[in-house]
Structures are given as structure tokens and as C-alpha cells.
């Protein structure tokens, strides 16, 4: 079966700093990747998407950053963290094929704070 | 493009009373239609969909939903809620051969004893 994994799990970073969340699948091959922010009490931003290793859709202009450096293997950086970067990250998976359902898959999350 | 619209931010309602919750999407196109939910401090997992077919879909947990394409809307309901399912609920709509899903803003539901 498949599997997502995100860590950490929580982060406590200060302002300026660099950051990297790394997200992998198991049990898939060349899956659709995704990365969601989570503002408190707010719905799901969609930060950037991945349809193949090297390949990176940004949705939203920021100082984040996404890399696909293998085909289940998802990471978000940045070089110099603000406070508005704090919230929840999440990453999903989809396949989308002959026999795509177009549902998506999550992972855990990692809770970012930005002091 | 897509969009998804939930009614309500927050549901309260007392255990073991039916609870529904509205969704409504804009569209051009045929849309597949998902229900999620999120307890707190995890992810998201899929609650039902609707790809085609009959209209009324039943999930996990007892919930359901049902597609009204002349309204647009997508409503779930469960007809007895329970202390557990206290969680955010969110709509989402994809359309084929799209990589993106659309999400709603999500709708608090409060279970109370």
C-alpha cells in the first residue's frame, strides 16, 4: 500500500532563517506531488505541484521554493524565513492515469513556527 | 476556472442530531466532487467523491452526499452525529485531466454531548 511521510513533525525557526520540509511517498511510481500551506482557521493555499522529477508548478509568488529531486521525493525550502511563513504544511499525492480517481492523499503535516 | 464556496465556517450541533453541511462549486466544465476531513494537527483524508453516476455518495463514518448539478452544490450529510466526528470538513472539486484540486475555505464542525 501507499505511504506519505513528512518531517519534522514541528519546527520552531527564527526569522531569517533557511528552511527545508522534506516529503516522501512509498508504494507509487511517478506520482503527481503537492504542496498545501495551512494558515490558522484558513483553508488550504496551493504552493506548488510537481508532475514529474525537475518539474515544478509555483501557485503563488513567495520566498518558498519546491525541488523534485526523485520521482517520490518532494522539498520545500527557503532561504530566509518570515513570520507570514508560519502555519501548517502539508504534502499530498495523486495519480492521474487511465484509471485516476482524482483524489488526493496527505500526509501528517508539519507545524511551522516562525519566531 | 473552479471554485468552491462552503456555507458555513462553524456547524455546532448536539451529538446523535443530523448534521449537513453546504457546498456549493462554480464551473464551466464536468467536475469530480470530494469531501475531506481533518482532525486536528493531521492531514487531510478523503471522506467520499462523486466521478459519475448516481447522485447520492456514501463514505466512511456514515456520511454521504449528494450531487445537484442544477444547483450546483454538493451537500454532506450524516443523520446522527457522534463526539468523534468534531473535525474540519472541506469541499473540493477537480476536473478531468487537471493536476489541481480546488479546496473550500472548510467548515468547522462541533459536536457537542
Known amino acids: 500500500s501507499q505511504t506519505i511521510h513528512q518531517w519534522p513533525a514541528t519546527l520552531v525557526q527564527p526569522v531569517g532563517s533557511p528552511l527545508s520540509l522534506e516529503c516522501t511517498v512509498e508504494g507509487t511510481s511517478n506520482p503527481n506531488l503537492y504542496w498545501y500551506r495551512q494558515a490558522a482557521g484558513r483553508g488550504l493555499q496551493l504552493l506548488f505541484y510537481?508532475?514529474?522529477?525537475?518539474?515544478i508548478s509555483s501557485e503563488v509568488p513567495q520566498n518558498l521554493s519546491a525541488s523534485r529531486p526523485q520521482d517520490r521525493q518532494f522539498i520545500l525550502s527557503s532561504k530566509k524565513l518570515l513570520l507570514s511563513d508560519s502555519g501548517f504544511y502539508l504534502c499530498?499525492?495523486?495519480?492521474?492515469?487511465?484509471?485516476?480517481?482524482?483524489?488526493?492523499?496527505f500526509g501528517p503535516g508539519t507545524r511551522l513556527t516562525v519566531t | 476556472a473552479q471554485s468552491v464556496t462552503q456555507l458555513d465556517s462553524q456547524v455546532p450541533v448536539f451529538e446523535e442530531a443530523p448534521v449537513e453541511l453546504r457546498c456549493n462549486y462554480s464551473?464551466?466544465?464536468?467536475?469530480?466532487l470530494f469531501w475531506y476531513v481533518q482532525y486536528p494537527n493531521q492531514g487531510l483524508q478523503l471522506l467520499l467523491k462523486?466521478?459519475?453516476?448516481?447522485?447520492l455518495v456514501k463514505g466512511i463514518n456514515g456520511f454521504e452526499a449528494e450531487f445537484n448539478k442544477s444547483q450546483t452544490s454538493f451537500h454532506l450529510r450524516k443523520p446522527s452525529v457522534h463526539i468523534s466526528d468534531t473535525a474540519e470538513y472541506f469541499c473540493?472539486?477537480?476536473?478531468?485531466?487537471?493536476?489541481?484540486?480546488?479546496f473550500g475555505a472548510g467548515t468547522r464542525l462541533f459536536v457537542k454531548a
Open positions: 510537481s508532475v514529474g522529477i525537475g518539474q
Open positions: 464551473s464551466s466544465v464536468s467536475v469530480y
Open positions: 473540493a472539486v477537480s476536473v478531468a485531466g487537471g493536476f489541481k484540486t480546488i
Open positions: 499530498a499525492w495523486s495519480v492521474i492515469g487511465t484509471h485516476t480517481t482524482y483524489e488526493q492523499y
Open positions: 462523486y466521478l459519475s453516476g448516481s447522485t
